[in-house]
């Protein structure tokens, strides 16, 4: 299925969003990022609200907890690679 993706905000290094459809379906995905402990981290906010017409607005319900799977998944995911690729700092 074809969709379009729209940048909606860009703030480098703090926030973006973008406005995505398909066919029936729009989501909004908007990502806020955060400096913490003096800059040695990133805290990652990933917000999505999903809408859709007709009979897959029924859906919805039952796909939001799967998308929330999906998203913790990919999320640990990048923090493990984020790991992997960081000094040990304790020597």
């Known amino acids: 299925?074809?969709?379009?993706a729209t940048v909606a905000e860009y703030e480098?290094?703090?926030?973006a969003a973008w406005d995505v459809h398909f066919g029936t379906f729009a989501l909004r995905?908007?990502?806020d990022l955060s400096p913490e402990q003096e800059g040695a981290a990133t805290r990652?906010?990933?917000?999505i609200d999903t809408h859709a017409k007709g009979?897959?607005?029924l859906l919805l319900p039952l796909l939001r907890h799967r998308f929330r799977k999906t998203m913790t998944r990919s999320l640990a995911?990048?923090?493990a690679l984020m790991?992997?690729?960081k000094p040990d700092r304790s020597r």
């Open 55 to 57: 009979p897959l607005n």
């Open 83 to 85: 790991r992997q690729g």
């Open 77 to 79: 995911t990048i923090d």
């Open 29 to 31: 995905q908007a990502v």
């Open 44 to 47: 990652l906010r990933l917000s």
């Open 12 to 15: 480098p290094c703090r926030r």
């Open 1 to 4: 299925m074809e969709g379009t």
